[in-house]
């Protein structure tokens, strides 16, 4: 066991990575950001990348993945867009996806490129609504407008409703991916009620219409001049906009 | 021209490995000499 004794060797610290690191990583693999990794996890996938066995990787994968304390699991899942045939390990991603344990849900969403390249569109889906569900946020998940789609966008405003029926407040994340869809998928009114909610929420809702180029879009935010102001003069970045206010 | 992830990696653990950097870089390196099974791995 070469990297059993990683931990005792080499710490569990987390890698002590700076900014130039950061973007060399991204350099390297678009969307990757190791950071947070510890040295340990990294050492172990590392040592998983040297594999040149006969037997496949993804069953490899699997063996270690029922045998994986869940330090080991997110070490085991950081390093998924690494590993030899990153493609053929679907199953074992959907088993991550599925854990109750936040931190390997985390592992394979949050930085990591890898659902960015490998996801079909349903699986694409299916992670986005987890992620909101267990109150994860979005912003780091790789390739978030890239993949966007018109289904996600309904499946979305299926949850604002879910959510609004029940008297709950919704994460103001979704605007965003729902606004370039606004009009196809019938969205105009939750709009409209969003930019007459919560700061939070009208600025997230009008930064995302603000985005979408159609009459229908640029109509309503012009309805309500103090969210588009607060656009125009750049007081609302995507960036500000985060899970925070949910209830 | 990028380096590729894994050597990034392998950059960076050795970086802040210090004196245990010789035994990560001794392991690395017989293990790609052929890893042929898990168990001599993880």
């Known amino acids: 066991m070469v990297m059993g004794l990683a931990p005792r060797l080499l710490g569990k610290a987390e890698l002590a990575l700076s900014i130039e690191d950061l973007s060399q990583a991204n350099g ?19 040592a998983l990348t040297m594999y040149r066995g006969e037997r496949p990787f993804a069953e490899i994968f699997k063996d270690l993945r029922r045998t994986a304390d869940a330090r080991e699991l997110v070490a085991l899942y950081r390093g998924l867009p690494l590993y030899p045939k990153p493609e053929s390990l679907a199953f074992e991603v959907g088993e991550g996806l599925r854990s109750n344990m ?20 349903h699986r694409w889906n299916h992670m986005i609504l987890k992620a ?13 407008d890239e993949r966007n789609n018109p289904e996600l966008a309904r499946q979305l ?12 407040g919704i994460s103001p ?22 930019l007459s909610g919560k700061p939070s929420e009208q600025a997230a809702a ?15 935010l012009a309805a309500h001049p103090a969210a588009a102001a607060k656009i125009a003069e750049h007081q609302v970045e995507q960036a500000n906009i985060s899970r925070n206010e949910v209830v | 021209m990028s380096e590729k992830p894994v050597d990034l990696l392998r950059h960076w ?9 010789a035994w990560f870089e001794e392991r690395v390196n017989a293990l790609a000499e052929g890893a042929r099974s898990v168990n001599c791995i993880w």
């Open chain 1, 157 to 168: 405003l299926d949850h604002v409703h879910e959510r609004w029926a029940a008297g709950r």
């Open chain 1, 102 to 121: 936040l931190g390997v849900f985390e592992a394979i969403t949050q930085h990591n490129p890898y659902p960015r390249l490998h996801f079909d569109e």
């Open chain 1, 28 to 46: 390297a693999l678009e969307g990757w950001q190791p950071e947070g990794l510890s040295i340990d996890g990294a050492a172990r996938i590392v």
């Open chain 1, 206 to 220: 009008a930064l995302a219409l603000a985005n979408n180029p159609s009459p229908q879009a640029k109509s309503l």
């Open chain 1, 132 to 144: 909101l569900f267990v109150n994860s946020s979005l912003a780091n998940i790789v390739g978030l």
């Open chain 2, 13 to 21: 653990i050795l970086r802040q490995a210090k004196e245990q950097s």
């Open chain 1, 173 to 194: 994340e979704v605007w965003r991916y729902i606004g370039p869809y606004a009009a196809e998928v019938g969205a105009l009114d939750e709009f409209e009620r969003a």
